[in-house]
């Protein structure tokens, strides 16, 4: 069976001068990443030489970093990504949790306790890296987003993150170019590198197009040279997408993925007027479904838990078998969200489904109410919770982010206006930025944490 970076072998035989990694003004040509992988990979096998070994990567986001993760899927080893951010005891906790051999860090990084760690400096051809990579998942990038040698990719999402990790190693998959761009680099700077690197496409979370959306059209104009700017990590509303498709790229997409299975479904261009709301349709070769409690399928237009099965979907969690119980199940894998299908097959998202609120006794879902308070204009992003209530169970809360002067009251009126009763908001909150991880995504935890029950 052909390895994921057998690839990178037909490529540098095939383009040998072709640009693979870009950092700095330094060029890294295929016929030189491919050495680099292997002698990586023969490091680790000797080091590692139990084939179902987990072995943890804590790195910057450098060209090294994309190094490692192909040398780790050559010497196929379970990849454990570790964030470089966290605290020496956040290491050591999942290092431990997860069973890692060994764990790859940066020069001068403490050494995780109980755990062999190996600092790897620019002399040292030693190398870990991410996430068991399946070529099943890479083939669906390639036919969905059609990835080709003639991309030049922006590389400028951490590593860390499994969509970028994810996408930067397609691309050399692809025979392209990535071009390292990674945070922190703000919206001026990462358009400028798109100008200077005459790049192709270019992945961000929303957080990242929010922030270019505030921009004007002529600093967004060199975007719109680009063949294909994509987004994933969390749901964009409606606006916001028909806004990134007209200012800065026709060819956008969405991806709704998972780090346990990659792409699930994926929103074009053409979807945008007609289904704004949607996260798209199931990409190549995965079947989605909406089922109730006792896992029977739901009629198109009913809202249930989704599920979904296709290539490179894991099939249990590392040393988890309770929660390996309830998300893997019959061959299909539950990442907890909540959605309804369409009679087209279009998929939107109603929330977590741990996080849907009821209010007395009805269920209210968090994607609606945000919904509403987006629409307003000067509403850059909502994230709505559950309010603990004696009288109720839950109230409606909401946090919003604003790009223009508005007053809390006044959204509960606007949202309100566009709302059933049971779905009005009790209060507004009006916040400088949401609390997010990695990804993007809203950490709502963190939001509930700040109310006081009522």
């Not at 700095?24 to 016929?31: H, K, L, P």
């Not at 003639?150 to 970028?164: I, N, Q």
């Not at 307003?376 to 982010?401: C, D, L, M, N, Q």
Request: aromatic fraction near 8%; proline fraction near 7%; glycine fraction near 8%.
């Amino acid at each position: 069976m052909m390895n994921l970076a057998d690839a990178l072998d037909i490529h540098a035989r095939a383009r040998p001068d072709h640009p693979a990694l870009v950092e700095n003004g330094r060029v890294i040509t295929y016929a030189e990443l491919t050495p680099q992988v292997r002698r990586l990979a023969a490091v680790i096998t000797a080091r590692v030489p139990d084939p179902h070994a987990v072995v943890g990567l804590c790195l910057a986001d450098t060209a090294r970093h994309v190094i490692a993760l192909y040398a780790l899927a050559r010497a196929g080893r379970t990849i454990l990504p570790m964030d470089l951010r966290w605290t020496a005891a956040e290491r050591a906790n999942v290092a431990g949790h997860f069973g890692a051999s060994l764990v790859l860090t940066e020069p001068g990084e403490p050494a995780i306790e109980g755990v062999e760690t190996l600092a790897w400096d620019e002399g040292l051809d030693r190398a870990i890296a991410s996430a068991d990579p399946d070529l099943g998942r890479f083939m669906t990038h390639w036919i969905n987003l059609g990835l080709n040698g003639r991309d030049r990719f922006v590389m400028a999402t951490p590593l860390y993150f499994g969509g970028g990790r994810t996408f930067a190693m397609s691309v050399l998959f692809s025979g392209g170019t990535v071009i390292m761009k990674p945070p922190p680099c703000g919206p001026d700077e990462l358009i400028a590198t798109v100008a200077s690197e005459d790049a192709t496409s270019l992945f961000l979370v929303p957080t990242q197009f929010r922030r270019l959306l505030e921009l004007s059209d002529a600093a967004l104009a060199p975007l719109k040279r680009l063949n294909l700017l994509f987004s994933s990590g969390a749901p964009l509303s409606a606006d916001d997408r028909r806004a990134i498709r007209a200012r800065m790229c026709g060819r956008f997409f969405e991806y709704y993925a998972s780090t346990e299975g990659g792409g699930i479904t994926l929103l074009g261009p053409g979807d945008i007027d007609g289904h704004g709301e949607s996260v798209g349709r199931p990409v190549f070769a995965v079947e989605v479904e909406v089922v109730d409690d006792d896992d029977t399928p739901l009629p198109a237009g009913l809202i249930g838990k989704l599920r979904y099965r296709g290539p490179g979907v894991a099939t249990a969690y590392h040393r988890d078998p309770e929660a390996s119980v309830e998300a893997f199940r019959h061959g299909w894998f539950y990442p907890g969200d909540l959605a309804e299908i369409d009679a087209q097959g279009f998929v939107t998202l109603k929330g977590r489904a741990k996080d849907m609120i009821i209010r007395g006794g009805i269920n209210i879902y968090p994607a609606d109410v945000e919904a509403a308070l987006t629409a307003h204009p000067a509403v850059a992003e909502a994230a709505v919770v559950g309010w603990p209530s004696k009288e109720f169970g839950e109230e409606i809360a909401a946090f919003v982010r604003l790009s223009a002067p508005a007053d809390a009251a006044s959204l509960v009126a606007f949202a309100s206006a566009r709302l059933a009763r049971a779905k009005w908001p009790r209060a507004v909150f009006i916040v400088d930025d949401l609390p997010k991880n990695s990804a993007g995504k809203v950490l709502k935890r963190d939001l509930v944490e700040r109310l006081t029950p009522l």
